[in-house]
């Protein structure tokens, strides 16, 4: 999550994930995927930059995890795991 500044004072917590697009209009206009606007105080370039820094420390996170031996790939499905998929699938109909 990412901190922004509402354009009337308070902060809050953003998922990068979900925006869409950012205007400057002249305000800076965040649009989400699902159509909800927010405005921030921050400028466009600012904006920006706090997005760019969200996704580099993600990066950063996966390489020391994956580097450190932290972090295991998901196991392949078993066959066991496929057949269970199935039957659920089955009982959903």
């Known amino acids: 999550m990412i901190l922004l500044t509402r354009l009337n004072g ?11 697009r950012a205007d400057q209009t002249p305000d800076t206009v965040i649009t989400l995927v699902d159509g909800t606007k927010y405005i921030i105080a921050e400028s466009l370039s600012e904006f920006m ?6 996704r580099a420390d993600l990066l950063a996170d996966a390489e020391i995890l994956v580097s ?6 998901p196991a392949a ?3 066991s795991d496929q057949a269970r998929v199935v ?7």
């Open 10 to 20: 308070p902060e809050f917590a953003l998922n990068p994930d979900l925006i869409e």
């Open 68 to 73: 450190s031996g932290t972090h295991r790939p």
């Open 87 to 93: 039957r659920l699938h089955r009982q959903e109909r």
């Open 49 to 54: 930059s706090i997005v760019r820094r969200y």
């Open 77 to 79: 499905p078993t066959d």
